[in-house]
């Protein structure tokens, strides 16, 4: 297949997956006021729903994910994303859970987002389409879970941005969650974060071919800056330690340093490969949209400036994990919800994992957490009266 995350035939329009379409009746009411109508949610599930319908886990990806979270992508022919936790015999084990997990609205995999087309003009929405915020992928999200037949999920787990969402639908809709995992997330987005995602934007909008959100009309795309947007986020995604470790100063192509401005250290071509790869998959709006999303999200914020305020009362189980080198999300982020989740009197327990694989540790093969996630889950199964890893058939 053609890589084509725009709009027209691509995925934005036509995915490859489950979609759910919501008549102009139904509409997202978005934090910004405005009304999105018709929405369309494009999705991926993976098990079966018992018939109590008490089994369900919702997956929230993060920043530049989607819903193939456990599925070969249609773009790229790579693996899904969470292949590590998502699976028969992994800690969300697709044998014993119904696994849910949709593209985000805002992004360009098929739920409505900038490269879908605006029923309206018959042109891709672009940066007409409403600014979004987490709360309102949540609510997305929930709208989906209505039209499933599910009353309450059994778990919402997710990293990063995923993570956020997952604090966004305990404080949300209590009710429906009965255990929450976030991984490597915060209540709110740091001002050091908002300004690394300023630097992509402006990467993105610098790019002559961006045209003021307008590319796809012309049949462009902004690659350079959406390539240069990656590669600075990619950075912030790995520890110095893991930098160090995985190129050092190695040159390129050989010993000796060719006095030039192409990549010559291996890590510069690294990068370099990561923003190519990104641009392959992924829509420059989409990119504007997701990030601005997070870098709204305040959770005390909507609950007078108490986070504690935000869980008051919860009966949801709560399991989150920071990782020792996560510099973007680091454990002081955790600490904090576990504080407020404390104080609400809110049933937690918390982890934080010794590693040097930085804030993409949530993303990877690291045995404590998919320990860790693989207890979380099987002792809320067995409160839950669902049959957990090791119990009889």
Not at 29 to 45: K, N, S
Not at 180 to 199: D, G, L, T, W, Y
Not at 299 to 315: P, Q, R
Request: aromatic letters at 10%; glycine letters at 10%; one cysteine or more.
């Amino acid at each position: 297949m053609t890589a084509n995350p725009g709009g027209g035939n691509g995925e934005a329009d036509n995915p490859h997956s489950l979609v759910v379409k919501f008549s102009e009746n139904d509409p997202l009411i978005t934090d910004a006021g405005a009304v999105l109508a018709p929405l369309t949610i494009a999705y991926q599930t993976y098990g079966v729903l018992n018939a109590a319908k008490s089994n369900a886990i919702l997956v929230c990806h993060a920043l530049t994910g989607d819903q193939h979270v456990a599925n070969v992508n249609p773009l790229t022919g790579k693996s899904g994303w969470w292949e590590t936790m998502v699976g028969p015999g992994k800690p969300i084990d697709t044998s014993r859970y119904f696994v849910i997990c949709s593209n985000v609205v805002g992004g360009c995999m098929g739920t409505t987002g900038p490269a879908s087309t605006n029923p309206a003009t018959h042109k891709p929405y672009a940066v007409d389409l409403p600014v979004i915020t987490i709360r309102d992928m949540v609510r997305a999200q929930a709208k989906l879970v209505d039209r499933l037949g599910i009353d309450q999920l059994f778990c919402v787990a997710g990293g990063s941005m995923g993570g956020m969402q997952v604090l966004q639908w305990a404080a949300s809709y209590p009710e429906r969650v009965f255990c929450a995992m976030p991984i490597a997330a915060a209540a709110r987005h740091s001002s050091q974060n908002i300004a690394f995602h300023e630097v992509g934007r402006q990467a993105i909008m610098a790019d002559p071919a961006w045209r003021a959100g307008r590319y796809l009309d012309a049949g462009e795309r902004p690659g350079k800056g959406l390539a240069v947007a990656r590669m600075a986020a990619h950075i912030t995604y790995m520890s110095e330690e893991s930098l160090h470790n995985k190129f050092g100063r190695r040159l390129q192509g050989g010993d000796a340093p060719k006095f030039s401005f192409d990549a010559e250290f291996q890590v510069e071509s690294y990068l370099h490969h990561q923003g190519t790869s990104f641009v392959e998959r992924f829509d420059a709006n989409s990119y504007l949209y997701v990030t601005r999303a997070m870098d709204y999200f305040d959770l005390a914020a909507d609950y007078g400036g108490s986070l504690a305020a935000a869980f008051k009362g919860s009966k949801t189980r709560f399991c989150l994990v920071s990782f020792t080198s996560d510099w973007l999300f680091p454990t002081a982020a955790s600490r904090s919800v576990v504080h407020a989740l404390n104080a609400g009197g809110a049933s937690v327990s918390f982890v934080e994992i010794e590693t040097d694989k930085g804030h993409d540790a949530f993303l990877l093969d690291v045995p404590e957490l998919l320990k860790t996630s693989r207890g979380f889950l099987d002792s809320a199964a067995r409160a839950r009266g669902l049959r957990a890893a090791g119990d009889a058939a």
